[in-house]
């Protein structure tokens, strides 16, 4: 997979954050044609994941580090988000849909993390964090220009 | 984002402007809280025209308010959803709890 560009943001688990991050991934996948709906949903995938590092990885502590890398290669676009929080015990619940261990949210993140994009992908160890890969392929024209290109 | 809350007959039309994401998410909640016990509204009228992003705290909000405002006997609906915004609250199941209006009027004839 040939590398095209790539960026890293280092941010605290602060709520304003959250648009930072997924202004940021937006504007990074602008190189690419994405159409309008796919960005939309990028954001959508982006904010889960980050909102999920600060409420739940830091449970609210303003004060942990959250880690995006986002990188474009000649087809996808992966975007790892990385806590050092707290840490998911028993992940095959945590990924069934509806299920939240806050009773005053409704547990769609990852449901839209897995409507939006092509693969997600979670590591995740108690006290020890979490990190979330998000992949999106990327538009099919722009694919078949580039694997001719290469 | 930002928020404008107003209440007609027993409704609190509450108008969201803006991204409704976490940042937006417990200021909102307080907010239609507190004005939903000092006006003393029983139904609530979510409209969505003014949201430019929305995801599951945002959502979240909305959810939260129904299942409150429903123990108590009230009504919530939903009008003015952008076409961005349509796609998430189909998948967030929300729609089939919640009814959707074109517009203030349609909804609140409904509440009424
Ligand atoms: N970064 C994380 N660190 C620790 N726990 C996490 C993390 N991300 C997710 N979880 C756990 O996985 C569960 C499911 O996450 P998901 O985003 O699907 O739902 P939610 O955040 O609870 O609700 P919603 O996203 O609808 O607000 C969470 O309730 C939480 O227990
Ligand atoms: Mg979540």
């Known amino acids: 997979m040939r590398l095209r560009n790539r960026m890293k943001l280092e941010f605290l688990s602060r709520p304003e954050n959250v648009s930072l991050a997924r202004v940021a991934v937006a504007t990074f996948a602008t190189e690419v044609d994405f159409n309008l709906s796919d960005l939309e949903e990028i954001k959508v995938a982006v904010s889960e994941a980050v909102s999920n590092a600060i409420v739940h990885g830091y449970e609210g502590k303003p004060t942990g580090t959250v880690l995006l890398t986002a990188t474009l290669y000649q087809n996808e676009l992966e975007i790892v988000i990385e806590d050092r929080g707290r840490g998911i015990a028993d992940l095959a619940r945590a990924l069934q849909p509806g299920t939240s261990s806050d009773p005053e949210r409704m547990g769609l993140g990852f ?6 994009m092509d693969e997600v992908d979670v590591w995740s160890e108690a006290g020890q964090g979490t990190r979330v890969k998000l992949v999106k392929t990327l538009p099919g024209e722009l694919r078949a220009q580039n694997l001719a290109e290469s | 984002m930002s928020l404008e809350v ?3 007959h027993d409704t609190l039309i509450v108008r969201v402007c803006g991204e409704f994401d976490l940042r937006a998410a417990d200021y909102c909640r307080r907010d239609i809280d507190q004005k939903l016990k000092t006006q003393g509204a029983k139904h609530i009228l979510f409209n969505l025209g003014g949201v430019t992003f929305i995801d599951s705290s945002g959502l979240g909000v909305i959810l939260g308010r129904y299942r409150k405002v429903t123990e108590n006997g009230g009504k919530v609906a939903i ?3 952008p076409p961005r915004v ?5 998948l967030s199941g929300i729609t089939r709890l919640i009814p959707v209006y074109a517009n203030e009027s349609l909804a609140l004839k409904e509440l009424a």
């Open chain 2, 79 to 81: 009008s003015n959803v």
């Open chain 2, 86 to 90: 349509t796609r998430i609250l189909e």
């Open chain 1, 111 to 116: 449901v839209f993390m897995k409507s939006f």
């Open chain 2, 6 to 8: 107003q209440k007609q």
